[in-house]
T-cell receptor
């Protein structure tokens, strides 16, 4: 079964607030990815992380690869209505294994 | 550049019918995979392929078949549809050995009645 625990499951925030979500595992992953899914669409890659401790930004989004390689975090600053959607973390243990996905965090932004 | 194209976008099947979900990519990616998405379950891997002629099972392979005769195409076959296969199906592709940075199609919403 799935081995990534993503939290929180859902969030309701006010426009302009910052958002934090995380993904944890009991085993080590060598790559962490964060995706966003809009309603009726496929997931779209936001950020890819390849080194433990790595901190990477994409506009208002910042993600970190945990130093233990068992977790990753995604922060969204100054949320806007178009941030609404489901955010998925995904991990890959090594170069010859498929991606494993978390169950997603559903974000709702109240204007 | 079309990326990953899935057809059809919507499908209704009767229990016991068979059908094939099509997936094509034009990025010359070696690695392709099929996921199903159910409410509260995230994305679960059905089958994947590391290259033409090579396929392997994922987390939930029962009731599905795949083949990979070309780099571009990776069809998913439902042999005898069941209501439990009602779901949204996503095809994804990624490049090279690391298989990261998967690109997804827009999905096929399947209902089995």
């Amino acid at each position: 079964g799935q081995q990534l625990n993503q939290s929180p499951q859902s969030m309701f925030i006010q426009e302009g607030e910052d958002v934090s979500m995380n993904c944890t595992s009991s085993s080590i992953f060598n790559t962490w990815l964060w995706y966003k899914q809009d309603p009726g669409e496929g997931p779209v890659l936001l950020i890819a992380l390849y080194k433990a401790g790595e901190l990477t930004s994409n506009g208002r989004l910042t993600a970190q690869f945990g130093i233990t390689r068992k977790d990753s975090f995604l922060n969204i600053s100054a949320s806007i209505p178009s941030d609404v959607g489901i955010y998925f973390c995904a991990g890959q243990r090594s170069g010859n294994t498929p991606l494993v996905f978390g169950k997603g965090t559903r974000l709702s932004v109240i204007a | 550049n079309a990326g990953v194209t899935q057809t059809p976008k919507f499908q209704v099947l009767k229990t016991g019918q068979s059908m094939t979900l099509q997936c094509a990519q034009d990025m010359n990616h070696e690695y392709m995979s099929w996921y199903r998405q159910d409410p509260g379950m995230g994305l679960r891997l059905i089958h994947y392929s590391v290259g033409a002629g090579i396929t392997d099972q994922g987390e939930v392979p029962n009731g599905y078949n795949v083949s990979r005769s070309t780099t571009e195409d990776f069809p998913l076959r439902l042999l005898s549809a069941a209501p439990s296969q009602t779901s949204v199906y996503f095809c994804a592709s990624s490049r090279g050995v690391r298989r990261t940075e998967a690109f997804f199609g827009q999905g096929t919403r399947l209902t089995v009645v």
